[in-house]
């Protein structure tokens, strides 16, 4: 029974190119998550979804961040035109239908803009 | 309004010692309390919750205590052990999400 993957696990930019994120949650979570740590920082919400709805993205940067869970798939995490202060840690966690007493995280993707 | 402060920043114990984590929220919405813990190159992983109407849970050396007058409660790892040594995250859970402390660094010295 797979935990919640994550790929890549390290990710390296340019400024301006894009970064695509990917989350699969654990087999039976329906709901995921998408945290942003910052180094020296905890973990900031970014965005909550269900499949194929975003239900809070009251943490998503209003540009160049946007984020999918799909009917099939993982879910994408997006930031369009990088820079340098999104250089970060992106943590997504899944959740059963039940909400976030059973929330379990992936080992996450460390995106560095150089 | 949605924050969670928690304290200290970092700390340092011997062996067998009983670090005590603090956090202190101010959303009275939030419904669910949990501690997380990470080791570098990690995901957080859930170490122990606590719903608050109860003011006090231990698993194995892990207790958490909680003052809902006060809105604050705390991780107390009991007999630690140099194992135990990563960074701990307390955080607030209301509507699907969770906000998190800015995390405690703990070493435990052998």
């Known amino acids: 029974n797979a935990g919640v993957m994550q790929n890549p696990r390290h990710l390296v930019r340019r400024r301006g190119q894009e970064a695509r994120l990917r989350c699969s949650p654990m087999?039976?979570?329906?709901?995921v998550y998408w945290y942003r740590q910052l180094p020296e920082e905890g973990l900031k919400f970014m965005v909550y979804l269900q499949k194929e709805n975003i239900i809070d993205e009251s943490g998503m940067p209003k540009e160049r961040f946007s984020a999918e869970f799909p009917k099939e798939g993982p879910s994408i995490l997006r930031i369009q035109q990088v820079v340098r202060g999104d250089s970060a840690a992106y943590f997504c966690?899944?959740?059963?239908?039940?909400?976030?007493?059973?929330?379990?995280f992936g080992s996450g993707t460390r995106l560095t803009v150089v | 309004q949605q924050q969670v402060k928690q304290s200290p920043q970092s700390l340092i114990v011997q062996k067998g010692g009983i670090p005590i984590i603090n956090c202190a929220y101010e959303?009275?919405?939030?419904?669910?309390f949990p501690w997380y813990q990470q080791f570098p190159g990690k995901g957080p992983a859930l170490l122990i919750a606590?719903?608050?109407?109860?003011s006090e849970k231990k698993e194995g050396r892990f207790t958490i205590s909680f003052n809902k007058s006060a809105k604050q409660f705390s991780l107390h790892i009991m007999d630690s052990q140099p194992g135990d040594s990563a960074t701990y995250f307390c955080?607030?859970?209301?509507?699907?999400?969770?906000?998190f402390g800015t995390g405690t660094l703990l070493a435990v010295q052998p």
């Open positions: 966690a899944s959740s059963p239908p039940e909400g976030y007493y059973g929330y379990t």
């Open positions: 955080a607030g859970g209301a509507t699907n999400k969770l906000i």
């Open positions: 959303n009275t919405a939030f419904d669910y």
């Open positions: 087999k039976g979570h329906s709901h």
């Open positions: 606590i719903r608050p109407d109860v």
